[in-house]
Structure formats: C-alpha cells, structure tokens
C-alpha cells in the first residue's frame, strides 16, 4: 500500500511522510490515530487493516527467514508443492504454556483440540498446524482428537529436533535458548518463520492475550478482509467491522 512506501507511486509528500505515520509509542490511542489518518488519505478499509499491512511490512522476512519458512513447510508437508495440505487447508493452532500459568493444564489444551476440529468439520480442513512451547502439550491434543474419533484431521508439528520447548522448565527462554542442541534452529528464526506460515492458515486458534496470536491475526487481515480467530477464552480484541479495542 502506498502509505507504507518510501518510493514509487507514492507522492513526494507521502514519501516524506511515512517515517511520521509508522513511528508510533505503544499507545493503542496513538496508533488509532494513525490508522483513522491512514483510512482518510488512502482508503484503507478499517483499523485492523491498517495494523494487519503495518505488521506485514515491519515483520517483511530477511534471508534467514525466507529459507526457513520453505525448510519449514517442507517438514510439515504444507504448502502447494505435490503430497502437501495447503496452507488454506489448515486450522492454526496456539497452546501457549511458559510464563502464563493460566495455560498449564490438560484441559485447555484440550478445549483448543475441541475447537480445532470444530472449525475443521464446518470449514472441511484438513491438517491443523500445531505450534507450542510444550512438547507435552502437543501429545495432549493429538490424544484428544483421537479420543473425539478424528480419523482424517492431520496435525503437523515443528519436528522436536529444532525447537527448544521452553514452557517446561522454569530457566529463561533466553538461558535455554543458549543452551540448545546443535540441531536446533535458531528459535528466533523459527519462530517468525512458523508465525508466517500460520498466517496463512484459514483460521487461528489460540490465546489472543498472545502476542504471538496478535501477529498471528495481523499477518491474516493483511492477506484477507477479516480474518477467522478464535480463544478458548473468548477473549477478542476486534470487532465484525475491523474496528480494535
């Protein structure tokens, strides 16, 4: 969009405003602000349009990140290459564990596997794409779509090997992230890699008290007009017409 770009179509004048419109302090009031101005000069469609282009701009992959997402979608066979699901064929799914002790139980991982398969059978989904700091959290809700007599849904998942499951120890993401195996991807890159996949999923389940699911969410309005989020908690921070609370 034009209000994102230093050169091109854009004016003299939008060029020389940009840095203006996408420096902002972590004030949702201020980036309303910014939106509504950005909603006036050039027509974007709502706020959460506005948060979802200014997300895909900043969070645009370098190199590293490029690689990493086809070495990704190659390991969850997702994406359009022959004997992978699509990536619009996918339920995205978050079970946050680590430093929100909130989420430290079977139950909420298995009322996210309940809503997973709910969306897949009314929107005919195929794999769900699985992502949590928890390797135990991941048995739990394979466990659970089997007990609810799935027998069609897949669920791809990081291969162990490259994460590092922060959310069972009670050492810093950091400190473990310092001390991962050899074969471990970088966890930063892994991470911004499998956000950019998720976001192309047809919908997100997880905890929208995440920031990761609010990248998650942004990255989706970006590629559609409003994008399909759910939380076990029901907890939403946009409304039907793209407004942000």
Known sequence: PCYLQRLGACSAADAAATPRLLASPQRIA?????CDAARARWGVADTLACFGEVAAYVARPAEAVRRAVHELAA????GDCAGRVPLNATVAVHVRHGD?????TDGNTEAHAALALAHAT?????????MSDSLAARAVFAAHLQRSGNETLAVRAVPEALQVFTGESNLSAHRQFLAAPPAA???EVLLLAETILMAQS?????PQVSNVDRLVAELMASLRERPVVDDVDNVTWFDRRGGVY
């Open 30 to 34: 201020d980036v309303r602000a910014l």
């Open 75 to 78: 390991a969850l066979a997702l």
């Open 100 to 104: 929100k002790l909130l989420y430290h």
């Open 122 to 130: 009314a929107r005919g989904l195929r794999a769900v794409h699985f």
């Open 185 to 187: 991807m970088d966890q």
């Open 202 to 206: 047809d919908v997100l389940v997880g």
